[in-house]
């Protein structure tokens, strides 16, 4: 035989108006349901569910049967959501333990949908046996967020699968390792997210009895703040006949997954989930490297069209200047234009001195001229006026004249 004591408790908290958790203990299966829904829907879905699984349970004591108990609490929520439009996408969770029947006795066995929990108890030490069904759990899982960020996760809450709504109420469904004096703790998140696991280990083991420990829990749950529905029972097993094999060191391991098969390895993340979340991954990250790409692309070519735009200012001129000896032609602005330094691109043979002295004077301000060619000519022409005016003898005046009857004659 496997046999349990047991005490529960269920309190409103102190926020909310009404209580929608519900709870049942037979000898045979304990219940917890967890209801969500306007006008007062969540209330009915949960004790529904309550009610729907230990009937199909008793008339179908097997794992399959406690599969097909969901099922049914599943529908039974829907139809009655249809017959009564305002209670439409009223929902609930349900985490069970029953003793199912087996060739060595009765097998504790958990089954479990939503983010309601149970937890072993043994020597002081408690561990969570049943995984979450909602977002942050499932990016665990997936390995995508380890479990102490998705415990202040903000998409905790955010519910995967419940009872209520069509292809989201599959459950885990597992069998236990269990002692005599072991205790299992079924609960509604109003307990689990107002008490630490420390403080829900002590509370909840020996000295203190059954009583005491559910007291306790919902003193303490109502103490943090009691700002959900508050749902405990606890049970304490005198005898167990049947046990899941014990695959590593005992009970007080951290992690679900280290005794009992892990409820992941029996029920992968549902597709919707599964398939969302890396597809919100890609885009984002796809849409950042587009993004960037972008503001890249046109910041060099806004940087680069500059750049060509001032070169080609600085570079498009062409002057006479002196070197200091010779009249030299360069090509840049002349005195330079931002770092762009005028640069000599070609030498002539004619000194400086030997230009008319006005035409030295331009060369000192500079002469432009639009390319190496006019420079150049206009360079021998400069010269060849002083030859003429150094061949006539004469000064400027002069020498005009003389290039005037020269071309008049
Ligand atoms: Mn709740």
Redesign the pocket.
Known sequence: MTTWRYAASSDVGLVREIN??SFLVTPDIAIVA?G?GGHAAGEIASAIAVEVVANVFTVEPTASGLRDAVAAANDAIRDDALAHPERAGMGTTVVAVALVPTSQGLLPTVINVGDSRAYQLRDGAMRQITLDHSVAEEWVRQGRLSPEEAAVHPRRHQLTRTLGVEGLSEPDVFPLALEPGDRLLLC???LSNEVSDDEMASLASSPYSLEEATANLVAMANHHGGR??ITVVLLEFDEVSASAPVSTTGVVAVTPMDVTPAPAAVQPAPEITSAAVPRTARRRTKRFTWRTALFLITLFAVLGSTFFVLRWYANSNYYLASNGTTVTIYQGQPGGFLWFKPKEVQGTTYLVTQLRPGDQQSLALTISEASVEDAISYATYLHNQWVIEQTNGGGTTTTTSSTTTTAAG
Do not use: P
Request: hydrophobic fraction near 10%; avoid cysteine; charged fraction near 55%.
């Open positions: 929608e958790d967890d969500m509604s998140d109003g959900d529905n």
